[in-house]
Protein backbone atom coordinates (compact mmCIF):
# COMPACT_ATOMS: atom_id res chain seq x y z
CA UNK A 1 0.00 0.00 0.00
CA UNK A 2 1.50 3.50 -0.97
CA UNK A 3 0.03 6.65 0.66
CA UNK A 4 0.78 10.13 -1.23
CA UNK A 5 1.38 13.41 0.15
CA UNK A 6 2.19 16.38 -0.89
CA UNK A 7 4.38 16.82 -4.36
CA UNK A 8 5.44 13.55 -5.96
CA UNK A 9 9.19 13.67 -6.13
CA UNK A 10 9.22 11.09 -9.27
CA UNK A 11 7.89 14.44 -11.31
CA UNK A 12 10.10 17.01 -11.66
CA UNK A 13 8.83 20.24 -11.05
CA UNK A 14 7.65 22.66 -13.99
CA UNK A 15 7.23 20.12 -16.55
CA UNK A 16 5.81 21.49 -19.83
CA UNK A 17 2.44 19.19 -20.16
CA UNK A 18 -0.19 19.11 -22.44
CA UNK A 19 -3.74 16.62 -22.54
CA UNK A 20 -6.23 15.83 -24.90
CA UNK A 21 -9.31 15.91 -22.68
CA UNK A 22 -12.76 14.16 -23.57
CA UNK A 23 -16.07 14.29 -21.22
CA UNK A 24 -17.66 10.92 -22.38
CA UNK A 25 -21.08 9.82 -21.66
CA UNK A 26 -21.70 6.20 -20.75
CA UNK A 27 -24.70 6.23 -20.12
CA UNK A 28 -28.23 8.64 -19.37
CA UNK A 29 -30.95 8.85 -16.53
CA UNK A 30 -34.23 10.82 -16.48
CA UNK A 31 -33.70 12.84 -13.17
CA UNK A 32 -35.32 15.99 -10.92
CA UNK A 33 -33.50 19.58 -11.72
CA UNK A 34 -33.35 20.48 -7.72
CA UNK A 35 -31.19 17.14 -7.13
CA UNK A 36 -28.44 18.60 -9.22
CA UNK A 37 -29.27 22.38 -9.36
CA UNK A 38 -30.80 22.74 -5.51
CA UNK A 39 -33.62 23.50 -3.58
CA UNK A 40 -35.03 27.24 -4.17
CA UNK A 41 -33.36 27.91 -7.10
CA UNK A 42 -34.51 24.72 -9.18
CA UNK A 43 -37.83 23.53 -7.17
CA UNK A 44 -40.39 22.15 -9.09
CA UNK A 45 -38.92 22.78 -12.37
CA UNK A 46 -39.56 19.36 -13.59
CA UNK A 47 -37.26 16.00 -15.11
CA UNK A 48 -34.10 16.84 -16.77
CA UNK A 49 -32.15 14.49 -18.65
CA UNK A 50 -28.32 13.95 -17.56
CA UNK A 51 -25.38 12.29 -18.32
CA UNK A 52 -23.12 9.98 -16.52
CA UNK A 53 -19.80 10.83 -17.33
CA UNK A 54 -15.94 9.94 -17.00
CA UNK A 55 -13.43 11.63 -18.49
CA UNK A 56 -10.64 10.57 -20.44
CA UNK A 57 -7.32 12.19 -20.53
CA UNK A 58 -4.65 11.31 -22.93
CA UNK A 59 -1.39 13.06 -22.82
CA UNK A 60 1.80 14.03 -20.64
CA UNK A 61 5.05 15.70 -20.43
CA UNK A 62 5.32 16.93 -24.23
CA UNK A 63 7.75 14.50 -25.85
CA UNK A 64 7.89 11.87 -22.61
CA UNK A 65 5.83 8.84 -22.01
CA UNK A 66 2.25 9.34 -23.30
CA UNK A 67 -0.35 8.41 -20.00
CA UNK A 68 -3.84 7.42 -21.19
CA UNK A 69 -6.14 8.15 -17.76
CA UNK A 70 -9.41 8.40 -16.61
CA UNK A 71 -10.93 10.54 -14.46
CA UNK A 72 -13.72 7.80 -12.73
CA UNK A 73 -14.58 5.01 -14.50
CA UNK A 74 -18.72 4.36 -14.06
CA UNK A 75 -20.72 1.98 -13.17
CA UNK A 76 -21.31 -2.05 -13.96
CA UNK A 77 -24.00 -3.33 -16.08
CA UNK A 78 -26.19 -4.85 -12.89
CA UNK A 79 -28.86 -4.11 -10.81
CA UNK A 80 -28.12 0.22 -10.52
CA UNK A 81 -29.51 0.07 -14.30
CA UNK A 82 -33.04 -0.96 -12.60
CA UNK A 83 -32.92 1.21 -9.12
CA UNK A 84 -32.51 4.00 -11.08
CA UNK A 85 -33.86 3.78 -14.56
CA UNK A 86 -30.88 4.40 -16.27
CA UNK A 87 -30.57 4.26 -20.27
CA UNK A 88 -28.44 3.08 -22.87
CA UNK A 89 -25.78 1.94 -20.52
CA UNK A 90 -22.57 1.29 -22.81
CA UNK A 91 -19.41 -0.55 -22.12
CA UNK A 92 -16.12 1.35 -21.57
CA UNK A 93 -14.87 -0.70 -24.77
CA UNK A 94 -17.76 0.46 -26.69
CA UNK A 95 -17.14 3.86 -25.51
CA UNK A 96 -13.23 4.14 -25.62
CA UNK A 97 -13.41 2.84 -28.97
CA UNK A 98 -15.32 5.67 -30.47
CA UNK A 99 -11.82 8.00 -29.66
CA UNK A 100 -9.36 5.52 -30.42
CA UNK A 101 -8.61 3.89 -27.38
CA UNK A 102 -9.44 0.50 -25.44
CA UNK A 103 -10.33 -0.47 -21.55
CA UNK A 104 -6.69 -2.27 -21.56
CA UNK A 105 -4.64 1.42 -22.69
CA UNK A 106 -5.78 3.30 -18.95
CA UNK A 107 -2.91 3.39 -16.87
CA UNK A 108 -3.97 5.23 -14.18
CA UNK A 109 -7.97 5.53 -13.05
CA UNK A 110 -8.58 9.02 -10.54
CA UNK A 111 -11.29 8.39 -8.51
CA UNK A 112 -12.71 11.60 -7.67
CA UNK A 113 -14.94 9.63 -4.86
CA UNK A 114 -16.48 6.17 -4.22
CA UNK A 115 -20.04 6.68 -5.40
CA UNK A 116 -21.09 3.25 -7.10
CA UNK A 117 -21.56 5.76 -10.39
CA UNK A 118 -17.52 6.80 -10.33
CA UNK A 119 -15.70 3.62 -9.44
CA UNK A 120 -18.07 1.18 -9.52
CA UNK A 121 -16.33 -0.33 -12.64
CA UNK A 122 -12.86 0.18 -11.71
CA UNK A 123 -12.21 -4.01 -12.98
CA UNK A 124 -12.99 -3.34 -16.55
CA UNK A 125 -9.76 -1.46 -16.64
CA UNK A 126 -6.98 -4.26 -16.13
CA UNK A 127 -3.93 -2.37 -16.13
CA UNK A 128 -5.05 1.01 -14.93
CA UNK A 129 -3.67 2.16 -11.17
CA UNK A 130 -6.18 3.35 -8.78
CA UNK A 131 -5.60 6.65 -7.14
CA UNK A 132 -8.16 7.39 -4.14
CA UNK A 133 -8.25 9.57 -0.74
CA UNK A 134 -6.73 8.20 2.40
CA UNK A 135 -9.88 10.22 3.79
CA UNK A 136 -12.54 9.07 1.10
CA UNK A 137 -11.70 4.95 2.37
CA UNK A 138 -11.73 5.60 5.47
CA UNK A 139 -14.95 7.76 5.68
CA UNK A 140 -16.76 5.27 3.84
CA UNK A 141 -15.61 1.99 5.90
CA UNK A 142 -16.66 3.48 9.11
CA UNK A 143 -20.40 4.92 7.20
CA UNK A 144 -20.68 0.70 6.60
CA UNK A 145 -19.62 -0.22 9.50
CA UNK A 146 -21.96 1.85 11.49
CA UNK A 147 -24.85 0.75 9.13
CA UNK A 148 -24.56 -2.25 9.50
CA UNK A 149 -24.00 -2.03 13.90
CA UNK A 150 -26.98 1.10 14.25
CA UNK A 151 -29.48 0.68 11.60
CA UNK A 152 -32.72 -1.00 10.09
CA UNK A 153 -32.40 -2.17 6.52
CA UNK A 154 -35.03 1.29 5.99
CA UNK A 155 -32.80 3.32 7.86
CA UNK A 156 -29.95 2.19 6.14
CA UNK A 157 -31.41 3.41 2.79
CA UNK A 158 -29.67 6.23 2.94
CA UNK A 159 -26.04 5.83 3.61
CA UNK A 160 -26.23 3.20 0.43
CA UNK A 161 -28.29 5.93 -1.57
CA UNK A 162 -25.43 5.56 -3.75
CA UNK A 163 -22.84 3.92 -2.37
CA UNK A 164 -22.37 0.08 -3.11
CA UNK A 165 -20.77 -2.08 -0.01
CA UNK A 166 -19.52 -4.59 -2.78
CA UNK A 167 -17.17 -2.19 -3.83
CA UNK A 168 -15.73 -1.04 -0.43
CA UNK A 169 -15.02 -4.66 -0.40
CA UNK A 170 -13.55 -5.02 -4.04
CA UNK A 171 -11.01 -2.15 -3.15
CA UNK A 172 -9.82 -3.55 -0.52
CA UNK A 173 -8.80 -6.56 -2.43
CA UNK A 174 -7.42 -3.69 -4.91
CA UNK A 175 -5.33 -2.15 -1.80
CA UNK A 176 -4.04 -5.42 -0.83
CA UNK A 177 -3.38 -6.85 -4.60
CA UNK A 178 -1.43 -3.06 -4.83
CA UNK A 179 -4.08 -1.76 -7.72
CA UNK A 180 -5.27 1.03 -5.52
CA UNK A 181 -2.92 3.84 -3.74
CA UNK A 182 -3.78 6.53 -0.96
CA UNK A 183 -3.57 9.89 -1.26
CA UNK A 184 -3.34 11.90 1.53
CA UNK A 185 -3.86 15.71 0.58
CA UNK A 186 -2.71 17.49 -2.51
CA UNK A 187 -0.67 15.54 -5.05
CA UNK A 188 0.64 15.39 -8.40
CA UNK A 189 -0.08 12.46 -9.60
CA UNK A 190 0.70 12.20 -13.40
CA UNK A 191 3.47 15.17 -14.85
CA UNK A 192 0.75 18.21 -15.14
CA UNK A 193 -2.20 16.68 -13.07
CA UNK A 194 -2.80 17.68 -9.62
CA UNK A 195 -5.17 15.93 -7.00
CA UNK A 196 -6.49 18.30 -4.29
CA UNK A 197 -8.29 17.15 -1.52
CA UNK A 198 -11.66 18.37 -1.17
CA UNK A 199 -12.64 17.01 2.54
CA UNK A 200 -16.31 16.64 4.03
CA UNK A 201 -17.96 18.33 0.48
CA UNK A 202 -19.82 15.98 -1.65
CA UNK A 203 -18.37 13.18 0.70
CA UNK A 204 -15.47 12.32 3.25
CA UNK A 205 -12.40 12.54 1.01
CA UNK A 206 -13.95 13.74 -2.84
CA UNK A 207 -10.67 14.86 -4.88
CA UNK A 208 -10.83 17.46 -8.10
CA UNK A 209 -7.88 17.10 -10.52
CA UNK A 210 -6.32 20.44 -12.06
CA UNK A 211 -4.86 19.08 -15.48
CA UNK A 212 -2.42 21.63 -16.86
CA UNK A 213 -2.33 22.38 -20.89
CA UNK A 214 -0.46 24.06 -23.53
CA UNK A 215 -4.03 25.60 -23.95
CA UNK A 216 -4.58 26.55 -20.07
CA UNK A 217 -5.87 24.52 -17.08
CA UNK A 218 -8.68 22.68 -16.81
CA UNK A 219 -10.31 21.15 -13.90
CA UNK A 220 -11.98 17.75 -13.71
CA UNK A 221 -14.15 18.31 -10.73
CA UNK A 222 -16.03 14.67 -9.89
CA UNK A 223 -19.42 15.39 -8.06
CA UNK A 224 -18.08 18.17 -6.18
CA UNK A 225 -19.61 20.09 -8.92
CA UNK A 226 -22.63 18.82 -10.44
CA UNK A 227 -23.73 21.32 -12.62
CA UNK A 228 -21.87 24.80 -13.83
CA UNK A 229 -24.93 26.57 -12.08
CA UNK A 230 -23.48 25.31 -8.74
CA UNK A 231 -20.40 27.65 -9.19
CA UNK A 232 -22.27 30.49 -11.38
CA UNK A 233 -24.99 30.79 -8.93
CA UNK A 234 -22.80 29.91 -5.49
CA UNK A 235 -25.90 27.60 -4.68
CA UNK A 236 -25.43 23.98 -3.51
CA UNK A 237 -27.15 20.62 -4.70
CA UNK A 238 -30.08 19.18 -3.70
CA UNK A 239 -28.22 15.83 -2.57
CA UNK A 240 -24.63 15.66 -1.57
CA UNK A 241 -23.38 13.26 1.05
CA UNK A 242 -21.22 15.42 2.73
CA UNK A 243 -21.30 19.36 3.89
CA UNK A 244 -22.55 22.07 1.52
CA UNK A 245 -20.74 25.05 2.98
CA UNK A 246 -17.30 23.13 1.92
CA UNK A 247 -18.43 23.02 -1.48
CA UNK A 248 -19.58 26.48 -1.32
CA UNK A 249 -16.19 27.84 -0.49
CA UNK A 250 -14.85 25.28 -2.68
CA UNK A 251 -16.70 26.78 -5.45
CA UNK A 252 -15.00 29.88 -4.55
CA UNK A 253 -11.00 28.41 -4.62
CA UNK A 254 -12.18 26.92 -8.03
CA UNK A 255 -13.35 30.65 -9.03
CA UNK A 256 -10.17 31.79 -8.15
CA UNK A 257 -7.57 28.56 -9.31
CA UNK A 258 -9.48 29.33 -13.24
CA UNK A 259 -9.74 33.24 -12.98
CA UNK A 260 -13.86 32.59 -13.12
CA UNK A 261 -13.80 30.80 -16.29
CA UNK A 262 -15.94 28.41 -15.33
CA UNK A 263 -15.73 26.26 -18.99
CA UNK A 264 -13.20 24.98 -17.98
CA UNK A 265 -14.08 23.07 -15.21
CA UNK A 266 -15.63 19.72 -16.22
CA UNK A 267 -18.77 18.88 -13.63
CA UNK A 268 -19.70 15.67 -12.94
CA UNK A 269 -23.18 15.40 -14.88
CA UNK A 270 -24.28 18.28 -16.50
CA UNK A 271 -25.66 18.00 -19.60
CA UNK A 272 -24.64 21.85 -20.41
CA UNK A 273 -21.06 20.58 -20.85
CA UNK A 274 -21.91 19.29 -24.63
CA UNK A 275 -23.32 22.96 -25.59
CA UNK A 276 -20.01 24.46 -24.06
CA UNK A 277 -17.14 22.77 -25.60
CA UNK A 278 -17.56 20.34 -29.60
CA UNK A 279 -19.43 17.60 -28.95
CA UNK A 280 -21.74 14.85 -31.28
CA UNK A 281 -23.92 12.18 -30.30
CA UNK A 282 -23.03 8.76 -31.24
CA UNK A 283 -25.22 5.97 -33.18
CA UNK A 284 -26.07 4.96 -29.17
CA UNK A 285 -27.83 8.24 -28.37
CA UNK A 286 -24.68 9.24 -25.67
CA UNK A 287 -22.61 12.11 -25.91
CA UNK A 288 -18.41 13.20 -26.72
CA UNK A 289 -17.75 16.18 -25.88
CA UNK A 290 -13.77 17.68 -26.79
CA UNK A 291 -13.11 19.54 -24.41
CA UNK A 292 -9.78 20.34 -25.08
CA UNK A 293 -6.80 18.72 -28.12
CA UNK A 294 -3.02 18.51 -27.26
CA UNK A 295 -0.79 20.26 -29.82
CA UNK A 296 -1.05 18.07 -32.84
CA UNK A 297 -3.94 15.77 -31.76
CA UNK A 298 -6.75 15.18 -34.21
CA UNK A 299 -10.42 15.69 -33.80
CA UNK A 300 -12.40 12.79 -33.27
CA UNK A 301 -15.53 14.85 -34.66
CA UNK A 302 -17.11 12.53 -37.44
CA UNK A 303 -17.54 13.78 -40.29
CA UNK A 304 -20.67 14.03 -41.29
CA UNK A 305 -21.15 15.73 -37.34
CA UNK A 306 -18.47 18.31 -38.29
CA UNK A 307 -20.89 19.29 -41.60
CA UNK A 308 -23.95 20.03 -39.24
CA UNK A 309 -21.74 21.72 -37.01
CA UNK A 310 -20.41 23.82 -39.76
Given at each position: MTQLGGNNPSIPAGLKTDYSIWSLEFCHADMPHDF???????????????PMLYTLLVGGEVGGKQHV????CGFRNDYWLDRYAF????????VLARVGFTPEDVDVILVSHMHFDHMGNFEAFPNAQLYVQFEEYVGWSMAVNNANQMMSEEEKAWVFSSFDPQDLAKAAKGIADGRIRFVEGD??????VTAR??????????????IETQNGPYVAAGDTVYWYSNIEKMWAPGYGQGNSFNLINLYRTLQQELKRETSRIIPGHDPEIALRHTSWLTDSGNSITEVNLRENDRSRLPDHAARLLG
Open positions: FGGAGLFSNKGIVRIALVDSNWESPKDAELLPGLAKDSHTFGSQWFK
